[in-house]
């Protein structure tokens, strides 16, 4: 198994009103031999902005701004902008994050140039209901009933009557075009999925009814292991290796005492096809285990978000029991030798 170092609680909540709830999930990049993280930042009451801190290599804290750097603005994020994730393709920056408005949560995109001003794009997830997500789905036979059939978690609001959107999050695009198309991956419960696009212009929904008509052949990920049994979703953005697109992501388990969330490694997907998987862990790349991670906001949570490289190092940056930002730390090699021993052909 890979041998994993848990680094410790990088950043804690604070007295300022917009974080005094709890910070967690940070996007994560690196730029020279500086990390910028932007993270949730979590205001009692439940109202979530992006909060901004820089550290000079992986674990120095140099810089934190004493307020956010992105806000609600509109109807589909009223009630938060939530765990963004953010990759550099050519010159601009793209920050991916959860828009809330109290009931439904949509991926939505805000780029940059200069990671200082961002202008927001909308929602670029699909902009159906859950019932209509049902009757596209049925229609392609071979989908997992598991997609269409979570009626208790749609519609356990008190108030039938509002609208109930398809929850599509975890947006994650890769670091630069493949075979000249943007792609991301997405999560609808319980696996991930991945979209092909020449520009976001295509996003419209007549794409969307056509993706979901061929909704199987969208999936890339379902949950097959124990500590995933519930559902996976993404994590990091995918990273560039000679054997493959490494994918951090996690998973979530339903146990005796709740749900337990996992970092999971992921797995290996083609460089050119990226919907191929190459290769996949058995196991969790690492677990709740400290009282930090297993006690807070919600317990039992190791979320990762974003990732930084120091030579042969990666470092993970992940949400602790939904209150605070920790970091692991790996051997990158070590990791991906032990993928490739579980690839299906042991060629990549």
Known sequence: MVKVKKEGILLEKTDLQFENGGVLNPAVIKEGESVHLFYRAVQ?????????????????????????IIVPEFDYETQGVEDARIVKIEDTYYLTYTGYDGTN??????????????????????????????LLAEMDGRVNQRYYR?????????????????????????????????????????????????????????????????FQDRIIMDPIYSHESSYIGGGCPPIETEHGWLLIYHGAEETDTGIVYSACAAALLDLENPAKV??????????????????????????PTGTALFGDTLFIYYGAADERIAVASLNMPELISELLTYSSTNEC
Not at 60 to 68: F, I, K, L, M, S
Not at 108 to 129: C, E, M, N, Y
Not at 193 to 213: C, H
């Open 44 to 68: 009692s009451g439940n109202l979530s902005t992006i909060g901004y801190c820089r550290l000079d290599g992986p674990l120095t804290v140099t810089e934190r701004w004493d307020r956010p």
């Open 105 to 134: 949560a949509r991926g939505a995109l805000a780029i940059s140039t200069d990671l200082r001003h961002f202008t927001k794009q909308g929602i670029i997830v699909p902009p159906i209901s859950y019932a209509e997500f049902i």
């Open 150 to 214: 979570n009626h208790e978690f749609y519609y356990q609001k008190a108030d039938p009557e509002k609208k109930v959107m398809l929850w599509d999050k975890n947006v994650i695009f890769f670091p630069r075009r493949i075979q000249g198309k943007l792609v991301f991956l997405h999560r609808i419960r319980p696996g991930i999925q991945i979209v092909f696009i020449d520009s976001l212009a295509e996003l419209t929904r007549e794409f969307w009814a056509s993706y979901f008509l061929n």
């Open 278 to 303: 190459i290769a996949r862990l058995p196991y969790a790349l690492f677990a709740p285990e400290h009282e930090w991670e297993r006690t807070g906001e919600v317990n039992n949570v190791v979320f």
